[in-house]
Nanobody, 117 residues
Framework: VQLQASGGGLVQAGGFLRLSCAVS????????MGWFRQAPGKEREFVGS????????YYADSVKGRFTISRDNNKNTVYLQMNSLRPEDTAVYYC???????????WGQGTLVTVSS
């Protein structure tokens, strides 16, 4: 599975961005897709995930109600819609994939999101 993240940039607090993760490779339709982020000086943290086939989503408490994960089967792309952005959302965002019950073994390159106050 290959992952290609894009869509990062600079946005003011209260604004929005949509990140994309293009997916290719083997039978990823059975995988779970995730978004993680890593802020400067901090450990990488889970943002949310979506089971590709069922569309079931999970979110970290810090983004619940502001971020939404979706997928487009025709475009083989997973999205992270980020609304009401805060300066503390500033981080490098990564998309990842795993088989159900397995570890996050597949990672894309990060895309930087900077939220100015």
């Amino acid at each position: 599975v290959q992952l290609q993240a894009s869509g990062g940039g600079l946005v003011q607090a209260g604004g929005f961005l949509r990140l994309s993760c293009a997916v290719s490779g083997r039978t990823f339709s059975t995988y779970v897709m995730g978004w993680f982020r890593q802020a400067p000086g901090k450990e990488r943290e889970f943002v949310g995930s979506i089971a590709w086939s069922e569309g079931v989503t999970y979110y970290a408490d810090s983004v619940k109600g502001r971020f939404t994960i979706s997928r487009d089967n025709n475009k083989n792309t997973v999205y992270l819609q980020m609304n009401s952005l805060r300066p503390e959302d500033t981080a490098v965002y990564y998309c990842a994939a795993r088989r159900p019950g397995a570890s996050w073994n597949y990672w894309g390159q990060g895309t930087l999101v900077t939220v100015s106050s």
